[in-house]
């Protein structure tokens, strides 16, 4: 699997707090299953993004850490008016592995009207935006519609893989399923913060997913787009969740 959401970086923001909670993260992320992990601090009015620090970070727990899974660098991108105009002058800075993907963490108070002229801005730069857990917004619950507009547009839509598991209560999980149905989920990922309630193992929610979804489509969501987004390719079609297997099926 490959994790494109969590903060495993010490100190940068309200993930990790040290060095060793970092290392224990990316280990459990390891040791169940997770081959490549992007590190993505948040950028808004709270952290200071700081790009080199952030790499060195990396490289730090990289080494302290292990081999694998294999970090990667990348953003928790607020839209902020500085923010928007800096990633659009310098597409790499904030997207994922440099590559173009770039993760936008909305605010739980209010949605810009002008959002939409600002995925468009994004995108004529070269970069992907990639809503990160709409479900757990309690505005964008109540835009499905608009998601698939600005999903039309060529932006990318990542849940929370503990939303479909309960874990961020029911209307999380509700809209989780509900976005799955209208085929309008590209990632799923940790957006891990510690080592008890939002962790880096992901092997339940694989499970899951496989479960309810099918296995190609649990692929596609913690593999095969992760991938891409990694490489700086275009996403494929998720493909269409499979029926729910009935348990009396096995006993044809």
Same mark, same amino acid.
């Given at each position: 699997?490959?994790?494109?959401?969590?903060?495993?970086?010490?100190?940068?923001?309200?993930?990790?707090?040290?060095?060793?909670?970092?290392?224990?993260?990316?280990?459990?992320? $390891?040791?169940?299953?997770?081959? #490549?992990?992007?590190?993505?601090?948040?950028?808004?009015?709270?952290?200071?993004?700081?790009?080199?620090?952030?790499?060195?970070?990396?490289?730090?727990?990289?080494?302290?850490? $292990?081999?694998?899974?294999?970090?990667?660098?990348?953003? #928790?991108?607020?839209?902020?008016?500085?923010?928007? =105009?800096?990633?659009?002058?310098?597409?790499?800075?904030?997207?994922?592995?440099?590559?173009?993907?770039?993760?936008?963490? !909305?605010? #739980?108070?209010?949605?810009?009207?002008?959002?939409?002229?600002?995925?468009?801005?994004?995108?004529?730069?070269?970069?992907?935006?990639?809503?990160?857990?709409?479900?757990?917004?309690?505005?964008?619950?109540?835009?499905? &519609?608009?998601?698939?507009?600005?999903?039309?547009?060529?932006?990318?839509?990542?849940?929370?893989? =503990?939303?479909?598991? $309960?874990?961020?209560?029911?209307?999380?999980?509700? !809209?989780?399923?509900?976005?799955?149905?209208?085929?309008?989920?590209? !990632?799923?990922?940790?957006?891990?913060? #510690?080592?008890?309630?939002?962790?880096?193992?992901?092997?339940?929610?694989?499970?899951?997913?496989?479960?309810?979804?099918? &296995?190609?489509?649990?692929?596609?969501?913690?593999? $095969?787009?992760?991938?891409?987004?990694?490489?700086?390719?275009?996403?494929?079609?998720?493909?269409?969740?499979?029926?729910?297997?009935?348990? !009396?099926?096995?006993?044809?």
């Amino acid at each position: 699997m490959i994790d494109i959401h969590s903060h495993i970086l010490y100190g940068l923001d309200d993930g990790s707090k040290d060095l060793e909670q970092s290392v224990a993260m990316v280990r459990m992320a $390891g040791e169940n299953g997770t081959t #490549d992990i992007v590190a993505t601090p948040h950028s808004n009015l709270e952290y200071r993004f700081q790009p080199e620090l952030v790499e060195a970070r990396i490289a730090e727990l990289q080494k302290a850490a $292990g081999p694998t899974p294999r970090i990667h660098y990348g953003c #928790d991108f607020h839209l902020s008016y500085d923010n928007i =105009q800096d990633a659009v002058a310098h597409p790499g800075r904030y997207s994922i592995n440099h590559n173009g993907y770039l993760l936008v963490e !909305f605010s #739980d108070l209010t949605i810009f009207h002008t959002t939409t002229q600002i995925f468009e801005q994004l995108l004529a730069a070269g970069l992907a935006p990639v809503i990160t857990h709409p479900e757990r917004n309690l505005l964008l619950q109540q835009r499905l &519609e608009q998601l698939k507009s600005w999903a039309e547009m060529g932006v990318a839509i990542q849940v929370t893989g =503990q939303s479909f598991l $309960g874990r961020f209560g029911n209307r999380a999980q509700e !809209f989780s399923e509900a976005l799955m149905k209208e085929r309008l989920v590209h !990632f799923v990922a940790s957006d891990a913060h #510690d080592l008890k309630h939002r962790t880096t193992d992901l092997s339940e929610v694989r499970n899951h997913l496989v479960d309810h979804y099918g &296995e190609p489509a649990a692929a596609s969501l913690l593999v $095969g787009n992760p991938r891409a987004a990694l490489d700086g390719r275009p996403l494929e079609p998720v493909p269409e969740p499979a029926p729910r297997r009935k348990w !009396f099926s096995f006993l044809r």
